[in-house]
Nanobody, 116 residues
Framework: QVQLVESGGGLVQSGGSLRLSCAAS????????MGWYRQAPGKQRELVAR????????RYADSVKGRFTISRDNAKNTVFLQMSSLKPEDTAVYFC?????????WGQGTQVTVSS
């Protein structure tokens, strides 16, 4: 089992920045990728960014390319999402996700609200 704990959400003005953190614990050696998803009210959950542990390749949603950066601190078993130039349409609950060979794990979510 893997436990994920997110932090760093909050309220920010349009154009501002936030950094989300996701700390993993438990069977972390089973994890091969981690990422961030978001879900706005009335919308489906969507991928924001993802990082593959083997090689460090990353993937971003088109809507956040050039504004968001996903990174990893191996020593702290933590993945970050640096969000810059935030827009009101970035408002959502952001969920941390971890993928292992046979399982997918989710954090509890953290609210990000961007005011115009």
């Amino acid at each position: 089992q893997v436990q994920l704990v997110e932090s760093g959400g909050g309220l920010v003005q349009s154009g501002g920045s936030l950094r989300l953190s996701c700390a993993a614990s438990g069977s972390i050696r089973s994890i091969n990728a981690m990422g961030w998803y978001r879900q706005a009210p009335g919308k489906q959950r969507e991928l924001v960014a993802r990082i593959i542990f083997d090689g460090g390749s990353t993937r971003y949603a088109d809507s956040v390319k050039g504004r968001f950066t996903i990174s990893r601190d191996n020593a702290k078993n933590t993945v970050f999402l640096q969000m810059s130039s935030l827009k009101p349409e970035d408002t959502a609950v952001y969920f941390c996700n971890a993928g292992a060979l046979y399982s997918i794990y989710w954090g509890q979510g953290t609210q990000v609200t961007v005011s115009s």
